[in-house]
C-alpha cells in the first residue's frame, strides 16, 4: 500500500510505501526529505495542493501575528509537527495575509486548528492546546 504525500519544499506529490515509521524518505523531485516535518505557511495554491493532494491528515492552523493565544500555541504546533513525520501534515495560514481562506473555512476565533481527510474537513477546535493535546486529537485520524 502506498500513499501521496506533497513535499513541503516543492510541492509535488510523491507517493510512498505506508510504513509504521520512516528512518528516510526523499522527494523524487527535489530530493529534500520528507520527514522534516516543520509546519508550512501556505496561501490558497498551496493549501489546495496540499487539501486535494495529501492522504495524510492535513492539520491547519488558522492564526494572525497580532493574536496572543496564537504566538503562545506556535511551538506547540511545531512541536506536534515535528513529532509527527509522515503520519500527518502541518500548514500554517496567516488569516490577515489569506482572509479568503479563513472565510471559505468560517473561521470566526484564532486560533482554530482544522483537520482535512481526503480533501474533506473532519474536525476543527479553537483555542490554544498544548503539543501533547495537538498529538492526542491528530492521533485519532491517523
Same mark, same amino acid.
Given at each position: 500500500?502506498? *500513499?501521496? *504525500? *506533497?513535499? $513541503?519544499?516543492?510541492l509535488?506529490?510523491? /507517493?510512498? $510505501?505506508?510504513?509504521?515509521?520512516?528512518?528516510?524518505?526523499?522527494?523524487?523531485?527535489?530530493?529534500? +526529505?520528507?520527514?522534516?516535518?516543520?509546519p508550512?505557511?501556505v496561501? =490558497? +495554491?498551496?493549501?489546495?495542493?496540499f487539501?486535494?493532494?495529501?492522504?495524510? @491528515? *492535513?492539520? =491547519? &492552523?488558522?492564526?494572525?501575528?497580532?493574536?496572543? $493565544?496564537? /504566538?503562545?500555541?506556535? @511551538?506547540?504546533?511545531? &512541536?506536534?509537527?515535528?513529532?509527527? @513525520?509522515?503520519? !500527518?501534515?502541518f500548514?500554517?495560514?496567516?488569516?490577515?495575509? %489569506? @482572509?479568503?481562506?479563513?472565510?471559505?473555512?468560517?473561521? /470566526? +476565533?484564532? $486560533?482554530?486548528?482544522?483537520?482535512?481527510?481526503?480533501?474533506?474537513?473532519? &474536525?476543527?477546535?479553537?483555542?490554544?492546546? +498544548?503539543?501533547? %493535546?495537538?498529538?492526542?486529537?491528530? !492521533?485519532?485520524?491517523?
Amino acid at each position: 500500500m502506498t *500513499v501521496n *504525500v *506533497v513535499c $513541503p519544499h516543492c510541492l509535488k506529490i510523491n /507517493r510512498i $510505501p505506508k510504513k509504521d515509521s520512516y528512518s528516510k524518505a526523499n522527494c523524487g523531485a527535489c530530493k529534500n +526529505s520528507l520527514l522534516e516535518s516543520k509546519p508550512v505557511e501556505v496561501g =490558497v +495554491s498551496q493549501f489546495g495542493t496540499f487539501i486535494a493532494n495529501s492522504d495524510l @491528515p *492535513v492539520v =491547519v &492552523d488558522f492564526w494572525a501575528p497580532w493574536c496572543g $493565544p496564537c /504566538r503562545m500555541m506556535a @511551538p506547540a504546533f511545531e &512541536d506536534a509537527a515535528n513529532a509527527l @513525520p509522515l503520519k !500527518a501534515q502541518f500548514l500554517k495560514v496567516n488569516t490577515e495575509e %489569506q @482572509p479568503q481562506l479563513g472565510s471559505q473555512y468560517g473561521i /470566526r +476565533s484564532i $486560533p482554530t486548528m482544522v483537520l482535512f481527510k481526503g480533501g474533506k474537513e473532519v &474536525d476543527r477546535v479553537s483555542g490554544a492546546l +498544548s503539543a501533547e %493535546q495537538i498529538k492526542q486529537w491528530v !492521533a485519532r485520524y491517523i
